[in-house]
């Protein structure tokens, strides 16, 4: 890593969100499936895109690891509802 040029200040990078994401078993079936555990984005960051590239980030990891297919569990009030169906969860 080089320094900043002379004159300039170098600005630390926030974290504006981040997520959990595994595996976890069906208990009836014994079926392995990916699984995204927490997903969140920091107030100030929220309508820039930055859950919709997180989930993007965590589907392909999960993807890359095996798993045909990913889960999640979310509060039926939760405003991200509509931002899953769109990458096609479905309501169980």
């Not at 990078?13 to 984005?41: C, M, N, P």
Request: net charge positive.
């Amino acid at each position: 890593m080089h320094p900043p040029p002379k004159g300039k200040q170098e600005t630390p990078t926030s974290i504006s969100g981040g997520g959990s994401f595994g595996a976890s078993q069906d208990l009836l079936t014994g079926k392995r499936y990916g699984f995204i555990y927490e997903l969140f984005v920091l107030e100030e960051f929220r309508g820039k895109g930055m859950a919709r590239k997180l989930i993007e980030a965590g589907i392909e990891h999960l993807k890359q690891d095996g798993y045909s297919e990913v889960r999640l569990r979310v509060y039926a009030g939760n405003q991200a509802m509509k931002l899953y169906e769109t990458f096609g969860f479905k309501h169980h």
